[in-house]
């Protein structure tokens, strides 16, 4: 099956500066890529998602690029603020199957 | 509207006890996950259905857990004979589709099994 790696485990950043989680998958077969973010105690929530054939993807100040020959995606935040700070997941998933395999999480932490 | 939503949100067994968990999912939407996360980790996939078919059971750890959707709609993954390990929280999502879409969590069921 896929295996999803993420890095890095935690990262502090101060309040404005850009925060850069990568993830890595094994199974060229995935062509979905969410990122969901997680608050203490909260479910996770979708903010943003790329298909495979699209290399960027951006929503306000939340970016996403999938590099699909070297099997890499990354979640970019820029102009971080502290209602940032949670623990972010990224996942790949085949169209047919549909299960989600989830990356082990990114602890951020935005410093006022 | 309504998201997904579980029940019970919080649940204390004594080790050996059956246990039932509940997952209301998105009117409409046909698919149905459910997934185990242990302090810390990622959610790891269980089950999968498809309306009232279950498709996948691949992640179910043991016999001991089981999951049903009998009217493709309401979904709830039963364990029976808990055991410690068994703690984590379960999380259930649904998505419109077949495929290669959005995934739409509840707020999950912290089970403690002590």
């Known amino acids: 099956g896929e295996n999803v790696e993420q890095h890095p485990s935690t990262l502090s950043v101060q309040e404005g500066d850009s925060a850069v989680i990568k993830c890595t998958y094994s199974?060229?077969?995935?062509?979905?890529f969410p990122w969901y973010k997680q608050e203490l105690g909260k479910r996770p929530q979708l903010i943003i998602d790329?298909?495979?054939?699209?290399g960027e993807k951006k929503d306000q100040r939340i970016a996403v690029t999938l590099n699909k020959t070297a099997k890499h995606f990354s979640l970019h935040i820029t102009e971080t603020q502290p209602e940032d700070s949670a623990v972010y997941f990224c996942?790949?998933?085949?169209?047919?199957?549909?299960?989600?395999?989830f990356g082990t999480g990114t602890s951020l932490t935005v410093i006022p | 509207g309504a998201g997904v939503s579980q029940s019970p949100r919080y649940k204390v067994a004594k080790r050996g006890q059956d246990v039932a968990l509940r997952c209301d999912p998105i009117?409409?939407?046909?698919?149905l996950f459910w997934y185990q996360q242990a302090l810390g980790q990622g959610p790891e996939f269980l089950t999968y259905?498809?309306?009232?078919?279950?498709?996948?059971k691949s992640g179910l750890p043991s016999d001991r857990f089981f999951a049903e959707r009998p009217e493709g709609s309401v979904s709830t993954l039963k364990i029976q004979r808990t055991q410690q390990e068994d703690s984590a929280v379960y999380l259930c999502?649904?998505?419109?589709?077949?495929?290669?879409?959005?995934?739409?969590f509840g707020p999950g069921t912290r089970l403690t099994v002590l």
């Open positions: 259905f498809q309306n009232e078919a279950q498709l996948d």
């Open positions: 009117s409409g939407h046909v698919s």
């Open positions: 996942a790949a998933s085949f169209f047919i199957g549909n299960q989600f395999y």
């Open positions: 199974d060229s077969a995935s062509n979905y």
């Open positions: 999502a649904s998505s419109l589709g077949y495929g290669g879409d959005e995934q739409f």
């Open positions: 790329i298909r495979s054939n699209v």
